[in-house]
């Protein structure tokens, strides 16, 4: 029996941890005697540092340290790269030569005793370059695609390119066709906490306190930088303020934290400044894509052309999964996809929420509503004409899809039905009213974690993992699923996260967190109780003495024979008669098997209104409906909570989100809050997410699927192509500006 846990709306535990100010950020992690550091970044796009004069700002009052090239430690750099690495090319190696790759990056790094004399003397500093002109625009004449290295090798999760049937044939004689680019700006992240980190060694073991989304891997590529064993290094990491896939990497302001700390003999507290967070702590990259639909009158797909390229850097080949769900999202014969790369003088991109599917479902929904009304069909009737059995690019069936459902509850929740289907129909007094529509989609995910829990003689248990929590619930709903298998109340479980010498969790991204972490968590749960039964037999103080292993059961958090009626002896009973704490260590993982014969995705249908001021071309999205399936839901408030934030997301993507460069130098000419826009609550609209019941038995043991990235998939199309309802106007960029629509 189980206490019903799972499924409830329960409030967060840590809540008032967070709202009273207790819960720590890796920048309150103050040490004795502690100093600061603060970066100097390049200003130069590329070229060579040619001489660094410190003497001026050495003499300053409180100046501890300035390191440079010149006099840094020369780093190991042994070789480690983890799955949230880019697979091609090597990380920056910072302050180990004179070059410099991209505008920001860090040149020099100085040491004071107060923040405010560090920032002073690093201001000062006075640098020398051989600057040239750095490439920083994909659409330069002499930017050429290259093929990704990592993309072409077997088993990669993104595919170079990928064909079945005769698309271009079947495009060429299409009754209905289409064939249009889209181009979708640089992101950042700009989560609320900025990057921080507090170094301190003891003797040759180090301690960071690290925003960091992946311990585990900030802790093995720390070790491998400065050469030392993984287990002298601890990375603690109880709260993160927001993150985005920001702090999925471990970036170079990490090493040069450490860096200082071992050069100056004290410890070191390093916190970024928001413009420096435009620099060297990754983007969602610029992308360039085409799309062609090819269909029959009835709307039928009969081809379907899906090219995508991103930027990178020049010295790491970053990827991700822009056009793999044109194989699988919709019905179709003939499928062509085909991802490229191009490099650039820029600093490597970085996975940022819903990485690749955001964007290429942007542009592939974007054409599903163009062919629409091309058609004169409803947007959610074609998408039902083509919606498919299987998985058409594996072969293989669904583990479960859920998207038809998603558009009868999204359709009805939001009154598409109310729609006039003709462009510039609806209006609001002068205002134009537009409403749109897309699909969502987002892989389930499941990666290899650890748990460890353990029994207490006061009934509690404590459940420990290397996890992370940006703000998601990852407290709450862990909790959630101790208790629930355990059989205990949510008081009686306290759940640990965020250090690395907890049992191993995979990176907190890519909406896995719950499907890796929470199966890891049940089966320590059922290790557990595996463990205090078998010690409870063999006790003869225990009142399960004697009784066959396979006849224990256990009933709201205690032992009994099998189809005994009579309570049994508690968990905190059965370790006051052991003596000592009852723990017990467990993984999961995904079954292989059950991976090579089924597709595991979540799916939704988001639908959004939007009016448009046509004298001033002001956009505001007015209301927007997501409807999910991600199988079953561990805590309903916080998963609306979740979509609720990708909606927010999805609304900046599509109308305020760009990260402009000057081409001269590769300078970020907006890296600040005043210049780079993102929704504020004047912006955020009514908002609603619905769950439709889905049942998944093969995706994992807790049949769940991840939100955080669904939830912003659908919302930039859906937005557009509200905005093309209202006016009438197509606009294939993002974000959509006023001057996009302004001719209306």
């Known amino acids: 029996m ?24 890796a920048a309150d992690f103050n040490q004795p005697g502690q100093v600061y550091a603060v970066i100097v970044s390049a200003t130069v796009g590329l070229g060579r540092v040619t001489d660094i004069d410190s003497t001026a700002i050495e003499v300053m009052p409180g100046i501890i340290a300035v390191i440079t090239h010149r006099n840094a430690p020369r780093l190991a750099y042994d070789e480690h790269k983890s799955y949230i690495d880019p697979a091609v090319g090597e990380r920056l190696h910072v302050l180990q030569d ?16 107060t923040l405010d004399r560090a920032e002073r003397a690093a201001a000062a500093l006075n640098i020398a370059y051989e600057a040239e002109r750095p490439i920083v625009d994909p659409l330069e004449r002499n930017v050429e695609p290259i093929v990704p290295e990592a993309a072409t090798r077997e088993g990669s999760w993104v595919h170079a390119d990928s064909s079945r049937g005769d698309p271009d044939g079947a495009l060429a004689s299409a009754p209905a066709k289409l064939d249009e680019a889209y181009d979708i700006a640089r992101e950042n992240h700009n989560p609320m906490e900025p990057h921080a980190t507090v170094a301190a060694w003891a003797g040759d073991r180090l301690t960071l306190w690290s925003k960091s989304q992946f311990v585990v891997n900030e802790q093995a590529e720390i070790a491998a930088i400065f050469g030392i064993p993984v287990a002298n290094v601890q990375v603690i990491c109880p709260f993160i303020g927001g993150a985005f896939g920001t702090s999925l990497r471990t970036w170079p302001h990490v ?73 699988y999202m919709y019905s179709c014969p003939n499928v062509r996809t085909e991802y490229r790369l191009r490099p650039l003088d820029i600093g490597t991109p970085n996975h940022m929420r819903g990485p690749g599917e955001a964007s290429g479902i942007f542009a592939l929904e974007c054409a599903m509503d163009e ?43 939001f009154g598409w039905a109310n729609r006039t289907y003709e462009p510039r129909s609806m209006r609001d007094g002068r205002l134009l009213i537009g409403m749109g529509v897309a699909s969502a989609s987002y892989p389930a995910y499941q990666a290899p974690a650890s748990a460890r829990v353990r029994l207490r003689a006061d009934g509690s248990a404590e459940v420990e993992v290397a996890a992370s929590d940006m703000g998601p619930g990852t407290y709450t709903s862990m909790t959630q699923v101790a208790a629930e298998m355990l059989g205990l109340t949510l008081e009686q479980v306290h759940f640990r996260l965020g250090r690395s010498d907890y049992p191993p969790a995979p990176s907190h991204g890519g909406s896995w967190t719950m499907a890796s972490v ?75 098997e059950i991976a090579k014969r089924y ?40 998963a609306r909570s ?62 769940v699927k991840g939100l955080g990235e669904i939830a912003l998939v659908g919302m930039a199309p859906a937005i557009a192509n509200a905005v093309f309802h209202a006016t009438g106007k197509r606009v294939r960029t993002l974000p959509i500006r006023i001057e996009d629509v302004l001719s209306v």
């Open 2 to 25: 189980t206490t019903g846990v799972i499924g409830k709306p329960l409030p967060r535990v840590d809540g008032r941890a967070k709202v009273s100010g207790s819960a720590r950020y």
């Open 98 to 113: 004179d070059r410099v790759r991209f505008y920001g990056q860090p040149v020099a790094i100085v040491v004071a005793d």
């Open 255 to 327: 090493t040069l934290a450490a860096m200082a700390a071992r050069q100056v003999g004290r410890a070191v507290k390093l916190v970024l400044t928001r413009k420096q967070m435009f620099f060297t702590t990754g983007h969602r990259p610029r992308t360039l894509q085409r799309v062609a639909l090819g269909a029959a009158p009835d709307g039928k797909l009969v081809s379907l052309i899906h090219e995508g390229s991103g930027e990178t850097s020049r010295y790491e080949e970053f990827i991700e999964a822009l056009t793999n769900a044109s194989g």
């Open 371 to 413: 062919l629409a009304y091309a058609l004169a069909i409803d947007p959610v009737e074609l998408r039902r004409r083509n919606e498919p059995a299987i998985d058409e690019a594996e072969n293989k069936p669904f583990s479960s899809r859920s998207l038809m459902k998603c558009y009868d509850v999204g359709s009805d929740r």
């Open 518 to 592: 929470g199966s890891a968590i049940r089966a320590a749960c059922l290790a557990v109780k595996t463990e205090a039964a078998r010690r409870a037999v063999v006790d003869e103080r225990s009142p399960v003495f004697g009784v066959a292993h396979e006849e224990v059961e256990w009933v709201d958090g205690r032992a009994r024979r099998r189809g005994d009626a009579a309570p049994g002896p508690s968990y905190g009973e059965l370790v006051t008669i052991a003596g000592a704490p009852i723990e017990a260590e467990a993984s999961s993982g995904r079954d292989p």
């Open 599 to 638: 597709s595991m995705h979540a799916f939704g249908a988001v639908f959004a209104e939007v009016a448009v001021d046509p004298d001033v071309g002001t956009i505001r999205v007015r209301r927007a409906v997501g409807a999910y399936g991600i199988g079953r839901v561990v805590n309903p408030r916080l």
């Open 642 to 703: 979740q979509c609720t934030g990708g909606m927010i997301g999805g609304i900046g993507m599509a109308l305020m989100e760009r990260t402009v460069l000057d081409p001269r130098d590769g300078r970020p000419v907006n890296a600040h809050m005043a210049d780079y826009l993102v929704p504020v609550n004047l912006d955020i609209p009514m908002l609603e997410a619905h769950f439709v019941e889905e049942v998944d038995p093969h995706v994992n043991p807790l049949g």
